[in-house]
C-alpha cells in the first residue's frame, strides 16, 4: 500500500465500501478520517449484506484494526447499534478503535438539524437530519463534546447537561421549539456514550507507530469531492471534508505520510439532495439507471438523481484529490444500454468549457456537451478478467482513462465481492499515468495495462 486513501470522486454514493472492503485485505489498519452517520457503506460479503454507517469497512477482517478518526463526528446511540449489530451477525467488533479527540452528535444537535433546514424552505441544503453540521459549527466554535470526555463520568455528564440547556434555551426563544424532550434523550445518549468507553484510544499515536513499523494503513472516506465544504458545490455540502487532503488532519498522520490516492467514480454519476448536477436525466433513462442500478440512499432511503457520467467533475475531482488511481463501480448497470453517452465539456451562454466553472451561479446553468459511444449489450457481471470484458466495455473504460489522465485500478461489475476485476497497475503516480496515455494512446496495449 503502505499508506492508500480511497475517496468518493462524485457526490458520494460511488461504492466506496466495497472497495474498501477488498482493500481492506491487504491492510493492517483501516480508517475513517471525517463525517457521520450521515453517510452510508453498503458492503456485500460472506458475512451477508451491511449497510456500515460509522464503523470503517475493514471491521470484516479479523486481523485489522478499524479505526474511527479525530475527524468523523459520532452519535454514540448510531455507533453503539451499528456495534451491536455486527455482533448479533457473529462479526467481533473487539479491533474497533475510536479516537478520543472525535466530537459527539447529541440530540440538540438533531433537533437544531430539522429546524434550520425547515426554515430555508425552498433554500433547504437537503441534510439527512442526522446533526452533523451542527456538532461540526460546534466543533469549529470550540463548544463541543468529544469522546474522550467519556472517561470522566460525572464529568461528561455536567458537560452534556450544561450545553443542553443553552442550546435548548435559544431554540425555545429563536425557533419557538418545544425543548422538552430534550434532558430524556441526553439521558439516552450519555448512556451510549459511557459504553463505548473500551473502544477510546490515542489513534494517531496507534497510527504513527503502526507506519513506523511499515505496516499498511487504508484512509476512507465518506460522501464525495463533490459535496467537500471547500471544493464541493456549496452550498448544498456536506460539513466536512471528504477531499485526500483533509485524510492525514482527521487521521492524525502528516500529509508526507500518504502514497496513493484512489477515487472511486461509478460508471455513471448519481447525487442524492439539493444543488446543480449538470448530467441530471429525469426522463425514462434516468429512472432506468436508478430501478437497475438500485440508487436509493443508504442511510436514508431516498431516490438518488441519476445521470450520465460526468468527466468534468470527475477531472476536477482527480486533480483536487491528486489521484494516482481511479476504482469504476456499477459498469454492469450500463449493460443493456444500446449508445452510452459521456459529458465531457459544459456550455455556458456560448463558451464551451471543459473545466468546472468556480462561480456557483455558472454550474447551474451549464448545459452538458455528450459524446456518444456504443453500448455492450451482454452481460459482465460474471467477469473477472479484463480480458473477457466486451470490447465496446474496454472503449469506454479506455475514453474515462484518456479524459481524466488517471489509470483505472479496480473495476466492480456487481454489488458481491467477487463481482471485481483487480487490474494491472504498474504505473503508479501522475507522471506514470500521463506517460502511459501519452505514449500508448488508449488503444489495443491499454487492453493489458491501461486500466
Avoid at 470522486?9 to 477488498?22: N, S
Avoid at 448510531?78 to 451491536?84: F, V
Avoid at 483487480?422 to 506517460?435: E, F, S
Wanted: proline share 5%; hydrophobic share 35%; charged share 25%.
Amino acid at each position: 500500500m503502505p499508506v492508500l486513501v480511497v475517496v468518493g470522486a462524485q457526490w458520494g454514493d460511488e461504492g466506496k465500501g466495497k472497495v474498501t472492503d477488498l482493500l481492506g485485505e491487504q491492510a493492517e489498519m483501516v480508517v475513517r478520517y471525517q463525517g457521520g452517520n450521515n453517510a452510508g457503506h453498503t458492503v456485500e460479503n460472506e458475512y451477508g449484506k451491511f449497510a456500515l454507517h460509522l464503523v470503517p469497512s475493514g471491521i470484516f477482517n479479523p486481523r485489522v484494526v478499524a479505526v474511527i478518526g479525530n475527524g468523523v463526528v459520532i452519535d454514540p446511540t448510531a455507533l453503539r447499534a451499528e456495534i451491536d449489530e455486527l455482533e448479533s451477525r457473529g462479526i467481533s467488533t473487539a479491533n474497533l478503535k475510536v479516537s478520543g479527540k472525535a466530537h459527539l452528535i447529541m440530540p440538540y444537535h438533531i433537533m437544531l438539524d430539522h429546524v434550520q433546514e425547515a426554515r430555508l424552505g425552498k433554500g433547504k441544503i437537503g441534510t439527512t437530519g442526522r446533526g452533523i453540521g451542527p456538532a461540526y459549527a460546534d466543533k469549529a466554535a470550540r463548544q463541543g463534546l468529544r469522546m474522550e470526555d467519556v472517561v470522566d463520568p460525572a464529568g461528561f455528564r455536567e458537560l452534556v447537561m450544561s450545553t443542553m440547556k443553552a442550546k435548548a434555551e435559544v431554540m425555545s426563544r429563536t425557533y419557538d421549539q418545544d425543548v422538552s424532550s430534550l434532558e430524556a434523550e441526553c439521558e439516552r445518549y450519555i448512556e451510549a456514550a459511557e459504553s463505548l468507553r473500551a473502544h477510546v484510544d490515542d489513534t494517531a499515536l496507534m497510527l504513527w507507530k503502526a507506519l513506523r513499523e511499515d505496516k499498511a494503513v487504508l484512509l476512507e472516506g465518506a460522501q464525495g469531492t463533490m459535496l467537500d465544504l471547500d471544493h464541493g458545490t456549496y452550498p448544498y455540502v456536506t460539513s466536512s471534508n471528504p477531499v485526500a487532503g483533509y485524510a492525514s488532519v482527521g487521521a492524525g498522520i502528516g500529509p508526507m505520510e500518504l502514497n496513493e490516492v484512489w477515487g472511486v467514480t461509478k460508471a455513471y454519476t448519481t447525487r442524492v439532495g439539493e444543488g446543480p448536477f449538470p448530467t441530471e436525466l429525469t426522463e425514462e433513462t434516468g429512472e432506468k439507471i436508478r430501478k437497475v442500478g438500485n440508487e436509493f440512499g443508504t442511510t436514508t432511503g431516498r431516490p438518488r438523481r441519476c445521470g450520465w457520467l460526468d468527466l468534468v467533475a470527475l477531472r476536477y475531482a482527480v486533480r483536487v484529490n491528486g489521484m494516482t488511481g481511479l476504482c469504476v463501480t456499477k459498469l454492469d448497470v450500463l449493460n443493456d444500454m444500446e449508445t452510452i453517452k459521456v459529458c465531457n465539456a459544459y456550455r455556458y451562454r456560448g463558451e464551451l468549457l471543459e473545466e468546472l466553472p468556480p462561480a456557483r451561479s455558472v454550474l447551474a446553468q451549464v448545459e452538458p456537451v455528450y459524446e456518444e459511444v456504443p453500448g455492450w449489450k451482454s452481460d459482465i457481471s460474471g467477469v473477472t478478467s479484463i480480458q473477457d470484458l466486451p470490447q465496446e466495455a474496454i472503449d469506454y473504460l479506455n475514453f474515462i482513462i484518456a479524459n481524466v489522465r488517471v489509470p483505472i485500478s479496480l473495476i466492480s461489475v456487481g454489488p458481491k465481492r467477487e463481482q471485481h476485476i483487480k487490474v494491472p497497475y504498474p504505473n503508479v503516480g501522475r507522471q506514470g499515468a500521463r506517460g502511459q496515455q501519452e505514449g500508448q494512446g488508449h488503444g489495443g496495449q491499454t487492453h493489458d495495462h491501461g486500466h
